[in-house]
């Protein structure tokens, strides 16, 4: 049976914060702020006021003033909510309270019906705790106006429960843009859509391995308390994170620094690309990786239809705020790498302690499917989603390569364990600043993803 620790925690929280620095910094924080001006919609649905619904049982939220949420929330679930004024046409921000402790997922919005039009698709994940509460965003540029009938339905690979919900929101914004949300420039992507399309596939040499597969092999930069993605402009406001790849990456870095700064510690020298991760601890002392390989790959049953990444595109995986015990046997997990392999745990059980001919080693794993419009999004996940169905669709249809960091740090561990600069095992994360040149990296999409052939760093089989 699920347990339910409380949190005198509340998120209906809006304070009218103004300006570059409270945006920043709201981000850094998890806080969603709504646009200074008068909305058009303002909607917010309790989510025990549903209509009719398969699947969902109420609870008492924890926190104060929280009310009642929808729990045990798993996969093809759905609630129906009548009389939902979604308010004229214009940019709408469609956001969701919720919790949950293990297992990743997605909560469509429909209108009309359960297989209606895709109003939008809110990403969930672990926030620390079943009660333990975070609000998610999407932004929906065009939307069925007024009042309209609205299905909220659970997708989710993981088995059971994967997520509770306290409530949603509508919020119109008129036609100016969101904040946090960085828009692509389409015409400059339809561009570089159009240099990918016309590029000639080399042919596969016949001893390929036929997987779909590419990196860049990347030794460890410098660290900084920066993250240019989470708290732009403002150097010493982040955690320590430990930076590979480009050299001038700082709380600075814009995607034209990058570009103009063409020292890198990775291979090849035209993934110009920032990537970074909380810095590791061992008895009190910085362990910084002697190296990561960031795969760019697909999971999806066809391929084909991977496009390159948009230039500046930028992205986080994993939860920096999530702080829960991660022992043997638990996903998203240090492990050790090389003869012998783990031999033990630490003292508090969340580390791996590795044989003395072995190394701890961790992936992370970020979304592979793309909303199409935008380069970033306030929290640095909602423009993008992990497919659940082995395709990208809805308002996810870009499919994009597969990133995913392998790090690989000098060290075998011991019982004492180790720390990270954001907190514990569980709170590993990572970060993603897109500057490859755009014909090396469209090559390499079109040669070794497309054509399901492994390709080294040079890019070649």
């Not at 080399?202 to 030794?219: D, H, I, K, Q, S």
């Not at 745990?345 to 794993?365: E, I, M």
């Not at 590993?428 to 469209?442: E, K, M, P, R, Y």
């Amino acid at each position: 049976m699920r347990r339910h620790p409380v949190h005198l925690h509340r998120s209906h929280l809006r304070p009218l914060l103004i300006g570059a620095l409270a945006i920043a910094l709201a981000a850094a924080l998890g806080i969603t702020l709504g646009a200074p001006a008068a909305r058009a919609a303002d909607v917010t649905v309790q989510a025990e006021s549903y209509a009719a619904q398969s699947g969902v049982t109420l609870e008492t939220t924890g926190d104060m003033g929280g009310g009642q949420n929808a729990a045990f929330l798993a996969d093809g679930d759905w609630m129906r909510f009548d009389q939902v004024d979604l308010g004229p046409a214009g940019r709408l921000t469609v956001s969701a309270r919720i919790a949950a402790a293990t297992g990743s997922g997605s909560v469509e919005l429909h209108t009309g019906s359960l297989t209606g039009p895709l109003l939008a698709v809110i990403q969930t994940g672990p926030t620390g705790g079943w009660q333990t509460w975070a609000t998610r965003s999407a932004d929906v540029t065009t939307h069925p106006t007024g009042v309209q009938t609205v299905f909220a339905v659970l997708r989710s690979t993981t088995p059971g429960d994967f997520v509770n919900i306290n409530w949603f929101s509508f919020a119109g914004g008129g036609d100016g843009p969101a904040p946090g949300w960085v828009d692509v420039d389409q015409t400059k992507w339809q561009a570089q859509l159009a240099q990918f399309r016309a590029m000639t596939p080399a042919p596969v040499l016949g001893n390929a391995v036929r997987v779909p597969e590419f990196n860049a092999t990347c030794t460890y930069s410098h660290s900084k308390p920066d993250d240019p993605i989470v708290v732009p402009g403002l150097p010493g406001a982040s955690h320590m994170h430990s930076f590979f790849g480009n050299k001038s990456t700082d709380a600075f870095t814009t995607t034209q620094s990058l570009l103009s700064n063409t020292g890198t510690t990775c291979t090849p020298a035209k993934d110009l690309s920032a990537y970074w991760i909380p810095t590791l601890y061992e008895r009190g002392k910085a362990v910084e990786p002697d190296g990561m390989i960031v795969y760019y790959g697909s999971r999806l049953p066809d391929p084909t239809a991977t496009m390159p990444f948009p230039e500046g595109f930028r992205m986080i995986a994993g939860n920096a705020k999530l702080q829960v015990a991660t022992p043997a046997g638990s996903p998203n997990q240090f492990w050790c790498a090389g003869a012998g392999g783990e031999i033990g745990r630490s003292a508090d059980g969340n580390w791996p302690r590795c044989a003395s001919t072995a190394k701890l080693v961790y992936q992370l794993v970020f979304p592979d499917c793309w909303d199409g419009k935008h380069l970033d999004s306030p929290d640095h996940k909602s423009h993008v989603a992990f497919t659940y169905d082995g395709k990208c669709s809805g308002a996810y249809p870009v499919a994009i390569p597969s990133v995913s960091f392998v790090i690989s740090y000098p060290t075998s561990g011991s019982a004492d364990g180790f720390s990270l600069a954001s907190g514990m095992a569980s709170s590993i994360h990572g970060d993603f600043f897109n500057a490859w040149d755009t014909a090396a990296l469209g090559q390499r999409v079109k040669d070794c993803i497309v054509q399901s052939a492994k390709c080294n760093s040079a890019g070649t089989f």
